[in-house]
């Protein structure tokens, strides 16, 4: 800690928050630091970044700094279920969210309207099992074009090749009801809801080649009791998803996530 702390004391930089965590088991220690500089002139963070490279060369770190008030280029992929996806583009627009937008992709038609009320485009990709590899590629040639930093799956209900689940690790985020693996298949809450169900949650995650499997980011939960219908059980659980989400996207674009395995280390922070 003190190897980064020293280090931005030594160019004048005030830490403004601070988070650490020292996995014994394991011999890793993670910390991510926010600071402000003295005097913020330009090519600050190059130079920064230059000067610590040689710094946390010594020491085998992997590293990164970037401006804080940066937006992450979001690819938001969705199929016919609108409430995560609504509620990402309105967070974004009203700057609750520090992402840019710099795409909607669905295999439905169905909310290319949406997209065109917020001026964003819209690309229709449907998809078969034959046509698959054919629609991930394009899906990849989107992503480079539109230099997309992160892929959200906002209820995207296919799922992807272990090709693409690769290519995109470490920066794509899915969403899902945490009531599997009880319930699978359709409907989930309704099955829930014969079963007499007392808690509905959401788990957010980025995506792996074990479907629903992959390091979680976040996870919510609300209580649920006998007066709920099979509709109202899947309205809750519909706002738990989408806040979950919009929880998991903000973590990842103020880098407060690490990958440690098959796990995560995530530092909250304020919401």
Known sequence: MELVTGFLYRKQCYVTELNTYDD?????????????????????????SDEFARLADDFSMQWRI??????????IMVSRFDHCLQDLLHRAQTGHLPIDVTAIV??????QGLADWYGI?????????????????????????????????????Q???EDLCDRLSGRAINIHHSLLPGFKGARPYHQAFDKGVKLVGATAHYISNDLDEGPIITQGVEAVDHSYTAEKLTAKGRDTERLTLARAVRLHCEDRIFLHGNKTVVFQGHE
Do not use: C
């Open 24 to 48: 014994s088991a394991d011999g890793q220690f993670f910390i991510r630091a926010e600071f402000r500089p003295a005097q913020l002139t330009e090519g600050f963070i190059q130079q920064l």
């Open 66 to 75: 970037r401006d804080v008030n940066s937006k992450t280029r979001t690819l």
């Open 106 to 111: 669905s295999n439905h038609p169905d909310f």
């Open 121 to 157: 485009p819209y690309y229709h990709l449907p998809v078969t099992a034959d046509t698959k590899p054919q629609q991930e590629a394009e899906l990849l040639k989107l992503i480079e074009q539109t230099n997309t930093e992160l892929v959200v799956l906002a209820r995207y209900m």
């Open 159 to 161: 799922v992807l090749s």
